[in-house]
Nanobody, 119 residues
Framework: QVQLVESGGGLVQAGGSLRLSCAAS????????MGWFRQAPGKEREFVAA????????LYADSVKGRFTISRDNAKNTVYLQMNSLEPEDTAVYYC????????????WGQGTQVTVSS
């Protein structure tokens, strides 16, 4: 069993930056795909970014491409999401996900961390 705990959320003004972290425990996730999803009030959960086990492969939603960067540190069992040039539309609860296969069939999910961007 893998537990995922997100941190780093908060309130920031538009144009600002935040870095989210997701620490995994229970077993090593170095061979897992890991990623971030988000859910805004009244909307469905949507994909944000994903990273393969070796960090060579990354994928981003068009809405965050060029502003967000996903990375991972397998030695720390942690994945990060650096968010720059934040916009009010980025306001959401951000969830970390992980799984042995594709991120689209993630097995494990965190509880989420709130990101609020004020205009």
């Amino acid at each position: 069993q893998v537990q995922l705990v997100e941190s780093g959320g908060g309130l920031v003004q538009a144009g600002g930056s935040l870095r989210l972290s997701c620490a995994a425990s229970g077993r090593t996730v170095s061979s897992y795909s890991m990623g971030w999803f988000r859910q805004a009030p009244g909307k469905e959960r949507e994909f944000v970014a994903a990273i393969g086990w070796s960090s060579v492969s990354t994928l981003y939603a068009d809405s965050v491409k060029g502003r967000f960067t996903i990375s991972r540190d397998n030695a720390k069992n942690t994945v990060y999401l650096q968010m720059n040039s934040l916009e009010p539309e980025d306001t959401a609860v951000y969830y970390c996900a992980a799984g042995p296969g594709s991120i689209w069939s993630a097995t494990y999910w965190g509880q989420g961390t709130q990101v609020t961007v004020s205009s």
